[in-house]
């Protein structure tokens, strides 16, 4: 059974900087695309960052683009999200999310195409 488990949420002023995890078990760490997600209240999710594991081609929204950096350790099984110059914008639940459905219209930061999901980390930013 795949989990997906994030940390490293919190606290933030503006300007600040945090560094999530997502430890990723049940699933031998094959090629295939996983990204983060956030979701502020009373918004759709939406992706932030996505990665194909087994080239490291890394994908960013623009909003956090030269901001946030997504990494992989594949001997920890390990998804990383760097986010440096944080904003208040900036707040909302993290998920990660490992895709498992394919279709026509795939692309890395469409969330149905992510079938296992994390609980989520929250990451609230204060100007």
């Known amino acids: 059974q795949v989990q997906l488990v994030e940390s490293g949420g919190g606290s933030v002023q503006s300007g600040g900087s945090l560094r999530l995890s997502c430890v990723r078990s049940g699933t031998a760490y094959s090629n295939n695309y996983m990204g983060w997600f956030r979701q502020a209240p009373g918004k759709q999710r939406e992706g932030v960052a996505a990665?194909?594991?087994?080239?490291?081609?890394?994908f960013y929204t623009d909003s956090v683009k030269g901001r946030f950096t997504l990494s992989q350790d594949k001997g920890k099984n390990t998804l990383y999200l760097q986010m440096n110059s944080l904003k208040p914008e900036d707040t909302a639940k993290y998920y990660c999310a490992l895709r498992s459905i394919s279709g026509t219209f795939w692309h890395y930061f469409s969330p149905e195409y992510y079938g296992y999901w994390g609980q989520g980390t929250q990451v609230t930013v204060s100007s």
């Open positions: 990665i194909n594991t087994g080239t490291g081609s890394t």
